[in-house]
């Protein structure tokens, strides 16, 4: 079965950097786009990043372009998110997604705290 895992979340001062790591199963993780979101307390989950297949095309939110890069290893099955210069108004928790043969996959989540 389809099972994502997400890791790396932390406690970061402001402007400090983290990796988060999704890592995926039980499907062909090549053929399928993934997706960062986030949710911070009491707001919407958002779109973070989305990379296609191949690693070929990426896109980011605005809120964390120029900051945040999306890349994936397709040997390893995973996918990062290279989270740098985080500010407060980053910290949420962290969801890794895809869609595979019509359903909806995420994984449980991982926290980011930026806080001095």
């Known amino acids: 079965q389809v099972q994502i895992v997400e890791s790396g979340g932390g406690l970061v001062q402001p402007g400090g950097s983290l990796r988060l790591s999704c890592a995926a199963s039980g499907f062909t993780f090549s053929s399928y786009t993934m997706f960062w979101y986030r949710q911070a307390p009491q707001k919407e989950r958002e779109l973070v990043a989305h990379?296609?297949?191949?690693?070929?095309?990426?896109s980011y939110a605005d809120s964390v372009k120029g900051r945040f890069t999306i890349s994936r290893d397709n040997a390893k099955k995973t996918v990062y998110l290279q989270a740098n210069s985080l500010k407060p108004e980053d910290t949420a928790v962290y969801y890794c997604y895809t869609r595979v043969r019509g359903a909806d996959y995420w994984g449980q989540g991982t926290q980011v705290t930026v806080s001095s």
């Open positions: 990379i296609t297949g191949a690693g070929i095309s990426t």
